[in-house]
């Protein structure tokens, strides 16, 4: 990156924005900047000109050219492109992608700090109820999952649609919808006004990283369930959108979407179904006759936001195999 400055400064002492280096003739050249008004001559700037005579005469400066302006434009783009920091954490560049037909549905960019904030608390292990962590599962809980998010852009858009589903229609510019932004660099979040599926209000959902890249790619979340102000209890801990991104990054349902089903996480008990509400710990399920203390406080559980607060140190390898370099999931990083 020094390299790319150093260059474009030593090109800068070289322009020719002063008489110092070029022909009185060269500068009348410059006719479109050389307009005469009264007896002041507005400034002449010849530095273009003579750049491309330079630049037709020189094959090897052309080279030089070429390159530093590949270089630039690669530069301003990684400014907006996920990373890999110091100590190996991944940060993902967020685009979220606001459909609004009230102004309370048009979320604020605060609003969107704070989901942005619960986010990197959620995955970081930060979360203050991190606290409430039972005992036998503190030796499982991912702690930091080394996984961050950052937001680099918001699209808003007004729309006459009052409700959406689960078919994608917000991901269509041609359906009222915003199209995503580079899905595979980038993770695409939707907030819409509220949303159904099968008739059912839904908080959000999520493609699983199979999706990598495809023009669906991305997590959709109704904006009464996004950020904490002003959203709808008892899910305004933006614990959804936490939720969501573990499906992004490959979670399952900790229950395996079936009774005693299997989330392919080891270190999450097998429990028989979905918790919902604020269930009282110790909750113990049985399956094929084990009894078990279920971790219903984890974020794949449909506890309520403010009774979910973990992952656990299986679902972080997870998530961090599909970040990986070799992961389906890599775009997310650069390189
Ligand atoms: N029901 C939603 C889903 O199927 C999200 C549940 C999120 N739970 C929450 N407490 N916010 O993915
Ligand atoms: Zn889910
Ligand atoms: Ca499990």
Not at 312 to 325: E, F, H, I, L, P
């Amino acid at each position: 990156m020094k390299k790319i400055l150093f260059g474009a400064l030593i090109l800068g002492l070289m322009s020719a924005c002063n008489s110092d280096n070029i022909t009185e003739q060269h500068e009348n050249e410059a006719t479109a900047d050389n307009v005469s008004s009264g007896n002041i001559t507005a400034r002449g700037c010849a530095s273009e000109e003579v750049r491309k005579v330079a630049l037709q005469n020189n094959p090897e400066l052309r080279q030089k050219f070429n390159e530093l302006e590949a270089n630039t434009e690669k530069f301003i783009n990684n400014k907006a492109l996920g990373k890999v920091l110091a100590d190996g954490t991944i940060e993902i560049p967020v685009v979220v992608n606001v459909l609004y037909k009230t102004a309370a549905e048009n979320i604020s960019d605060a609003r969107i700090a704070e989901q942005i904030a619960v986010l990197n608390a959620d995955y970081s292990g930060t979360n203050t109820d991190a606290t409430k962590i039972p005992t036998e599962f503190q030796s499982v809980s991912s702690g930091d999952t080394k996984i961050k998010f950052r937001l680099v852009n918001t699209v808003r858009k007004a729309t006459t649609k009052t409700g959406w589903s689960t078919n994608d229609d917000m991901k269509k510019s041609a359906k009222g919808g915003i199209d995503a932004t580079n899905p595979t660099n980038y993770l695409n979040m939707w907030v819409v006004s509220k949303m159904t599926s099968q008739g059912r209000t839904i908080l959000g959902y999520a493609t699983f990283p199979e999706s990598a890249g495809l023009w669906n790619d991305g997590v959709v979340i109704a904006a009464p369930f996004f950020g904490k102000t002003g959203a709808s209890s008892p899910f305004n801990l933006g614990r959804t959108a936490t939720h969501e991104v573990g499906h992004y990054l490959n979670l399952r349902h900790i229950w395996g979407d079936a009774n005693c089903g299997n989330d392919q996480v080891a270190d999450t008990p097998t429990q028989t179904t979905a918790n919902y509400g604020k269930p009282s710990y110790p909750l113990y399920n049985t399956c094929s006759g084990v009894q078990r203390s279920v971790m219903f406080m984890n974020y794949m559980d449909y506890v309520d936001d403010a009774a979910m607060f973990m992952f656990s140190a299986g679902q972080k390898t997870r998530m961090q195999s599909v970040v990986d370099a070799s992961g389906a999931r890599s775009g997310l990083r650069v390189y």
